[in-house]
């Protein structure tokens, strides 16, 4: 990188970060260790013959798809976001992985929807890729492998929308999403009309019949008003940051909305109570999650970080 492109995102990050108004409040609490997740797995009581799926923190979430190990949207690290100099400006965690990475076994799919920071975790990203090099496939948005195609991962396939690819037995599509995909204020990006942009994916998984939908990033759209024949048997739905982006993150009574228009059968959270992202209390997402979570066909499986839902 030449001094000037250098000069160019140190000042332009710094500046965009330094000066927001939530910045005060990520950092406020800089000094403080994440609290233990709520939840641990046990991971040697799940069955290979059934789906099996733990909230890990934020939009992780290890799943057992009938033998075929996935991490989505993998982020372990303390702090998400930008690096200046040695230092990393982004939010610190608040509660902790509810399993170590060094505990898991090779992943045989890394799943990852977009380029944002906390999706698209380059320590963690390079902590598995060295870890088990040559071993592990990703799937990631159109025009963002290009981040992290230094780490020795066995390949990264981008899908654009509707796109379809196979590992390991398991079938993914991408869906469009309402969000964004840019990871620097000044990229070209998919939802600026940039058709060559960064882009931002849900994925719609299918093995033996089964289904599972993960929503990656997304505002409230009615995208997924054409899966209803799906039969989608779990969708995996962001709940959080919604204040004060409410055009680029659901809130939780939209999510139970969209779930239901696709007719899942089960629901998952994810996106809160691991970061400090929004403006919401930092309970508000779940508790606002269980209130309304009766008025709806879709079933709520998981409200804490570190429980597990299991499918047969």
Same mark, same amino acid.
């Given at each position: 990188?030449?001094?000037?492109?250098?000069?160019?995102?140190?000042?332009?990050?710094?500046?965009?970060?330094?000066?927001?108004?939530?910045?005060?409040?990520?950092?406020?609490?800089?000094?403080?260790?994440?609290?233990?997740?709520?939840?641990?797995? *046990?991971?040697?009581?799940?069955? $290979?013959?059934?789906?099996?799926?733990c909230w890990i923190g934020h939009s992780t979430y290890l799943i057992n798809f009938y033998g075929t190990l996935i991490? #989505?949207?993998?982020?372990?690290?303390?702090?998400?976001?930008?690096?200046?100099?040695? =230092?990393?400006?982004?939010?610190?965690?608040?509660?902790?992985?509810? !399993?170590? %990475?060094?505990?898991?076994?090779?992943?045989?799919?890394?799943?990852?929807?977009?380029?944002?920071?906390?999706?698209?975790?380059?320590? #963690?990203?390079?902590?598995?890729?060295?870890?088990?090099?040559?071993?592990?496939?990703?799937?990631?948005?159109?025009?963002?492998? $290009?981040?992290?195609?230094?780490?020795?991962?066995?390949?990264? !396939?981008?899908?654009?929308?509707?796109?379809? #690819?196979?590992?390991? /037995?398991?079938?993914?599509?991408?869906?469009?999403?309402?969000?964004?995909?840019?990871?620097?204020?000044?990229?070209?990006?998919?939802?600026? /009309?940039?058709?060559?942009?960064?882009?931002?994916?849900?994925?719609?998984?299918?093995?033996k019949g089964k289904k599972i939908f993960f929503a990656g990033d997304t505002a409230f759209t009615d995208n997924f008003?054409?899966?209803?024949?799906?039969?989608? *048997?779990?969708? !995996?739905?962001?709940?959080?940051?919604?204040?004060?982006?409410?055009?680029?993150?659901?809130? %939780?009574?939209?999510?139970?909305?969209?779930?239901?228009?696709?007719?899942?059968?089960?629901? &998952?959270?994810?996106? =809160?109570? =691991?970061?400090?992202?929004?403006?919401?209390?930092?309970?508000?997402?779940?508790?606002? &999650?269980?209130?309304?979570?009766?008025?709806?066909? =879709?079933?709520?499986?998981?409200?804490?970080?570190?429980? #597990?839902?299991?499918?047969?």
């Open positions: 990188m030449n001094r000037r492109r250098f000069l160019k995102i140190f000042s332009l990050s710094s500046i965009s970060i330094l000066f927001s108004g939530i910045f005060q409040r990520l950092y406020a609490s800089g000094n403080l260790e994440p609290k233990e997740a709520p939840y641990k797995p *046990d991971l040697n009581e799940w069955d $290979d013959n059934k789906i099996n799926l991490l #989505t949207d993998p982020v372990f690290s303390n702090r998400i976001g930008l690096y200046a100099l040695i =230092t990393n400006l982004g939010p610190k965690r608040i509660v902790a992985p509810a !399993i170590e %990475p060094e505990k898991l076994s090779q992943p045989d799919l890394v799943l990852i929807s977009h380029s944002h920071f906390d999706h698209m975790d380059y320590p #963690t990203l390079k902590y598995f890729s060295e870890k088990f090099p040559g071993k592990i496939p990703v799937v990631t948005a159109y025009h963002s492998k $290009d981040i992290f195609d230094d780490l020795p991962f066995k390949k990264i !396939i981008e899908l654009d929308w509707d796109e379809e #690819t196979e590992v390991d /037995g398991v079938k993914i599509k991408a869906v469009r999403v309402k969000h964004f995909g840019w990871r620097y204020p000044w990229e070209n990006d998919r939802s600026r /009309g940039f058709k060559s942009g960064r882009s931002y994916n849900a994925y719609l998984l299918e093995k008003k054409s899966m209803k024949n799906e039969k989608i *048997d779990i969708a !995996i739905m962001p709940i959080g940051a919604y204040k004060p982006w409410i055009n680029s993150h659901c809130n %939780p009574e939209e999510a139970l909305i969209m779930a239901d228009e696709m007719n899942a059968e089960y629901f &998952l959270p994810m996106h =809160t109570r =691991t970061f400090p992202h929004g403006r919401e209390p930092f309970e508000e997402p779940i508790q606002w &999650l269980k209130a309304s979570s009766s008025k709806y066909k =879709t079933k709520v499986m998981i409200f804490e970080v570190g429980q #597990t839902f299991s499918l047969a």
